[in-house]
């Protein structure tokens, strides 16, 4: 068994960076050049990655009515979403590495959440 080690305020402390990110990278990289979609797939998962961090019941959610929980596994239906992307949508180059390599990226630290009072038990 792996170790969890991504604790709920960790991954809070990266969740608006990531939010950015999927807005900006698509710029900086020049996505969508073979299939827009991979341009606009990221920019509006950053949107909406923002939203659900706003809303995410965590010490740096700002109306904190989500649970946790539901945060989780929005993410990782991002993951299983990102890592399916590029197969289903056919990117290729750049597009097709930048959701794979992000999709994987989710699902890892999804899959290293440490659950609340497992530290505790450690």
Avoid: C
Avoid at 31 to 38: R, T
Avoid at 68 to 84: P, T
Avoid at 88 to 93: C, I, N, R, S, T
């Amino acid at each position: 068994m792996f170790p969890r080690f991504i604790t709920k305020s960790i991954h809070a402390y990266l969740d608006y960076p990531v939010a950015l990110g999927l807005l900006v990278m698509p710029f900086l990289f020049g996505l969508g050049a073979e299939n827009v979609l991979a341009f606009w797939l990221s920019v509006a998962t950053g949107v909406a990655a923002f939203g659900l961090t706003v809303l995410t019941d965590h010490h740096l959610g700002v109306i904190r009515v989500l649970p946790y929980g539901l945060h989780l596994a929005v993410d990782g239906m991002v993951g299983v979403a990102f890592v399916a992307a590029p197969i289903l949508l056919g990117f290729v180059g750049l597009d097709f590495w930048y959701y794979m390599v992000l999709g994987l990226t989710v699902l890892a630290v999804v899959g290293l959440h440490q659950p609340e009072g497992e530290a505790a038990r450690a």
